[in-house]
Every structure is written in structure tokens, then in C-alpha cells.
């Protein structure tokens, strides 16, 4: 499998010429399984990377995928519960679901042998292209989620329409929920008109 990794410019030439060794080339190390483990981070495409790159064929027994998001929120806001969420959220590649993350982080940890590496630049493939809609499957793929799980709707309904009010005066929202378990809210623009949504 093909995985993107950024590199540092004045390094890629030595990377290409020696393969990366996961001692000294890692330029990620996380707590997992109890130690901590160095890294090399990529990702799935080109998209997410804002430097130089290459491309390595990677092991896939010993590579894994983590929601980027959650890393990007740690180091943001460094609340250590984005980082349990992070490490919480890292699979082995081979059961990774395309679309369930919307920036999946690729993590190797092994050394990759030169044989293995390439200059990004070389490889252009529809497999490739494809991958740069990952956005719109991450969003099919939570849709479908948010509709098998009726509660997780609610809630997030209810918070969205209750932000929205918040944010302006002219909309007021009402929701009520009856015996039968479905929500109905009621959107108020004005008293000119009224839109209602039954979960």
C-alpha cells in the first residue's frame, strides 16, 4: 500500500538514497501499548501534506491508521483527553474503514527500505486521485452513522437548531418529545413562517 510522507526538503535526496530508519527518521512518537513508540507519520494522500513528500510501499502489519483531527485538537488546546480520544482511535491499517476518519493519519513503525521509497512526484495513479474524496465519504459515512443510531440525532439536532437560535434573534426553536419516542422540533423565524423536523 502506498502511504505519503512529509519529509524535510534538504533530507529527501539521503532518504531516497537510504530508506528512512525508524530510530532516527520518526517524526512522531506516541504513547501506545504502555511505551512509548516512534513513528513515521503520513497519510493516505497527498492533500493533507504542506511540504515536501515521498511515497513508501509500507508493511501493513505494521502500519496503522489514527484520526488526525484528534492529534491536531491536542496540540491546539494540549487537553490530554484529545489525546486519550487519538490514541483511542488508532486501528491496524487492515481494518480501517475508508471514509471513517476525515484526515486519516497513516503510522508506521518499522524502518522503510529505499526499495520501498519514491519520489512522491512519480506516482500518479486514478487509485490516488480517488482518495482525494475522502471529505465526501467521511460525511456519507457519518451520515449513515448519525441514521443507525437515533439518539446520537437527537442530540445533535437539537444542539445544532438550539446554537442556531442562539446566534439569531429572529429564529426561536422549540423541541418536544412524545411517547413514541420521536423528537419534533419546531424552527420559528419571526412568526412568519415555521418549519418542523420529526427524528
Known amino acids: 500500500m502506498i502511504i505519503y510522507v512529509p519529509v524535510d526538503p534538504n533530507k529527501k535526496k539521503m532518504i531516497l538514497e537510504n530508506g528512512m530508519n525508524i530510530e532516527k527518521d520518526y517524526n512522531k512518537k506516541i504513547g501506545l501499548w504502555g511505551v512509548y513508540v516512534k513513528c513515521i507519520s503520513g497519510f493516505l494522500t497527498t492533500e493533507n501534506i504542506d511540504s515536501d513528500w515521498i511515497a513508501v510501499n509500507v508493511d501493513i502489519q505494521k ?29 491496524n491499517i487492515k481494518k480501517y474503514r475508508f471514509g471513517d476518519y476525515r484526515i486519516p493519519e497513516v503510522l508506521i513503525v518499522s524502518s522503510i527500505k529505499k ?9 500518479t495513479s486514478l487509485c490516488d486521485r480517488m482518495l482525494y474524496q475522502n471529505d465526501q465519504i467521511y460525511i456519507d459515512c457519518l451520515v449513515e452513522k448519525i441514521s443507525q443510531n437515533i ?49
Open 63 to 91: 502500519t496503522y491508521i489514527a484520526n488526525h483531527d484528534l492529534w491536531l485538537a491536542y496540540k491546539l488546546s494540549k487537553n490530554e483527553v484529545f489525546n486519550k480520544m487519538y490514541i483511542a482511535s488508532i486501528v
Open 115 to 123: 526499495e520501498d521509497i519514491v519520489d512522491a512526484k512519480e506516482i
Open 151 to 199: 439518539n446520537v440525532a437527537k442530540h445533535l439536532i437539537v444542539d445544532y437548531f438550539t446554537k442556531l437560535s442562539f446566534q439569531n434573534n429572529d429564529i426561536t426553536t422549540q423541541v418536544l418529545e412524545k411517547e413514541d419516542s420521536k423528537l419534533y422540533v419546531f424552527i420559528n423565524r419571526k412568526d412568519e413562517y415555521v418549519w418542523t423536523v420529526e427524528i
